[in-house]
């Protein structure tokens, strides 16, 4: 029996940013999360689970990121008001939900048409208006939009892309899955004036990147 008269929901989500505000160290971020509602990114089936820290599967056999995770990678960018972000695996939208709450414009891209639409559906139905959902070409990123100040790679590569290193301004973060189909590591780049320069956050587990410069299609 939770406290206070909660709902389960609510008990849920305030054991979940207890947990999280004692790993995560940035405030600014976990204030975004807990404006974003995880529960309407997820399936109905599952929408009692949306405040437990693990991944959950979404539609066209994908997942959702576990809440731990993206508290982490989106940390690592080091978001500003006046960024713009580039999210590579849209998903069902809710990454982007947050890096909607911190920067000044997000365009995420998603390769699988129908969870462009359901993550564009989502988002307009939540007013947010700073981030574009485009679908996803042969090649990785959005040259035509680019610089980006920051990239943020919701899939795994088996190296890091060239491809999105070509698209970080300079001064500009990335962090991307690197690693084999089974287990791959965090890692930050950062876009420095002498070249890029890069740090290992964390072991993960990602579904692959699929693209160009990355896992060819199964």
């Known amino acids: 029996m939770n406290p206070d008269h909660m709902t389960d929901t609510e008990y849920a989500k305030r054991s ?10 940035d405030r600014s971020v976990l204030d975004a999360m807990r404006r974003v509602p995880r529960e309407r990114f997820v399936t109905a ?32 960018l ?24 911190l920067a000044r414009e997000v365009i995420t891209l998603e390769r699988i048409p129908e969870l462009a639409e359901i993550a564009a559906d989502t988002l307009a139905a ?32 088996p190296r890091i892309p060239q491809a999105l290193l070509n698209q970080l301004e300079i001064g500009g973060r990335m962090v991307v899955p690197v690693g084999n189909r ?11 004036e002498d070249g890029f320069a890069t740090r290992t956050i964390t072991a993960c587990r990602f579904v692959p990147l699929i693209a160009e410069d990355a896992w060819p299609p199964d």
């Open 126 to 157: 939540l007013k947010y208006r700073n981030v574009r959902v485009e679908i996803a070409g042969p090649s990785l990123g959005r040259e035509e939009d680019a610089p980006y100040n920051a990239i943020i790679v919701a899939a795994a590569s």
């Open 16 to 25: 979940l940013f207890k947990k999280l505000a004692s790993e995560i160290s």
């Open 78 to 101: 080091e978001l500003r008001r006046s960024d713009k972000v580039l999210e590579v695996g849209a998903g069902s939208g809710y990454q982007a939900a947050i890096l909607a709450e």
């Open 182 to 192: 089974d287990e791959q590591t965090l890692i930050k780049v950062v876009n420095g």
């Open 45 to 76: 089936a599952t929408a009692d689970l949306a405040y437990q820290d693990i991944a959950l599967p979404i539609a066209a056999r994908q997942t959702i990121s576990q809440p731990t995770i993206v508290a982490i990678m989106v940390s690592e």
